[in-house]
């Protein structure tokens, strides 16, 4: 793992857009891994920002994302689709049949995650895949547990995660309980991953993460074991490493 510390939120954004241009400029056809979140918002600014600039391009690039809530309407303020599209797809020249953003209301659950798989691979699998941290160690909705997950599924979120997530929200009990995300092997099937994180109520999850034991109890330190990490935090985050 690479671990980066920066002062600001707009640094680490700028850092983690480098990472994702080199990768947009050195690929005919990019799959970029998507994540929601605060985290992603001042790299997606940043990649707009480029983006209008005439430094890259969106064209040819395909998209999956991690995660979306089960349950809410597509264009629910709340939903993941709505999320990326306001904060990434609507500012840039992305054809909207690249864009993949996990199904909330799918017929078929079982069916709709094995075709969000094998789509992933058909497109090349994901050279790059964004990340941020859930305050329990989570990454996508891959909550912890007693064992590392798969391919796509849906999930049941955990307490701490509904109670990070209510902010969003006007009632606790408005937020969805369950979830369908990308498991954890799909995202180590990412040839390079960002993970970023800021902010105190983060640190812990970050140093069981980087210094823990390789753990489904703390899903984000299973990327001690990728060849390819860039982790990117403030000095907050950063605060209870030992190293
Ligand atoms: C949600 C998302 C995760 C994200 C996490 C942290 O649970 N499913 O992908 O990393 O929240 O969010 P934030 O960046 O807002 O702290």
């Known amino acids: 793992m690479e671990v980066k510390i920066f002062e600001t939120k707009e640094q680490m954004g700028i850092y983690a857009a480098d990472i994702i241009e080199n990768v947009m400029k050195s690929k005919e056809f990019p799959v970029l891994g998507l994540a929601t979140g605060d985290t992603p918002i001042t790299t997606y600014n940043e990649l707009i920002k480029r983006y209008k600039n005439g430094e890259i391009s969106f064209k040819n690039v395909k998209t999956y994302n991690l995660d979306e809530y089960v349950g809410l309407p597509k264009n629910d303020k709340n939903s993941y689709y709505t999320f990326m599209h306001e904060h990434l797809f609507d500012k840039v020249d992305i054809d909207s049949e690249n864009i993949h953003i996990p199904d909330g209301n799918p017929a078929d659950i ?134």
Do not use: W
């Open 110 to 243: 079982e069916k709709f995650c094995r075709e969000y798989d094998r789509e992933i691979d058909d497109a090349g699998g994901i050279d790059i895949q964004f990340l941020g941290i859930g305050r329990n160690g989570h990454i996508g909705f891959n909550e912890p547990s007693d064992k590392f997950t798969e391919g796509t599924y849906k999930v049941k979120l955990t307490e701490s995660t509904i109670e990070a997530n209510k902010r969003f929200f006007e009632k606790e009990s408005d937020v969805p309980k369950y979830a369908v995300t990308m498991g954890i092997k799909n995202i180590m099937k990412a040839r390079e991953i960002i993970l970023m994180a800021y902010g105190f109520n983060k640190a812990e999850a970050v140093k069981n993460m980087i210094e823990g034991p390789v753990s489904p109890s703390c899903p984000a330190s299973i990327l001690q074991n990728h060849p390819n990490v860039h982790v990117i935090l403030d000095k907050d985050a950063s605060s209870l490493l030992k190293k």
